[in-house]
């Protein structure tokens, strides 16, 4: 049974840094997606970057590019996402998804596998 568990949110002032944490265990399949969604309230979840893990391919939103960086340690089966010069509009809740990969495509809607979520709220 897949498990995801994040950690790592918080509160932090615009222009700031966090780094959330995603474990994973349960995975068995050698060709599958992970991502991070976030959520704010009021609004409709969105994917801000996933990686596809046999070859590490890696996508970001427009919103996040060049700011948020998607990495996996393999060794600790743990999935991350920096988030450098964070805004205020990046005040949402996080969460962390995966996907068995067919054909070597992460589509959106067929996330099956989700953490809990952590909070991350940005002051300005």
């Known amino acids: 049974q897949v498990q995801l568990v994040e950690s790592g949110g918080g509160s932090v002032q615009a222009g700031g840094s966090l780094r959330l944490s995603c474990a994973a265990s349960?995975?068995?399949?050698?060709?599958?997606?992970m991502a991070w969604f976030r959520q704010a309230p009021g609004k409709e979840r969105e994917r801000v970057a996933r990686?596809?893990?046999?070859?590490?391919?890696?996508l970001y939103a427009d919103s996040v590019k060049g700011r948020f960086t998607i990495y996996q340690d393999i060794a600790k089966n743990t999935l991350y996402l920096q988030m450098d010069s964070l805004k205020p509009e990046d005040t949402a809740m996080y969460y962390c998804?995966?996907?068995?990969?067919?054909?070597?495509?992460?589509?959106?809607?067929?996330?099956?596998?989700w953490g809990q979520g952590t909070q991350v709220t940005v002051s300005s």
């Open positions: 998804a995966a996907q068995r990969s067919r054909f070597g495509t992460c589509p959106v809607a067929e996330y099956n596998y």
């Open positions: 990686i596809y893990i046999p070859i590490q391919g890696t």
């Open positions: 349960g995975i068995t399949s050698s060709s599958y997606c």
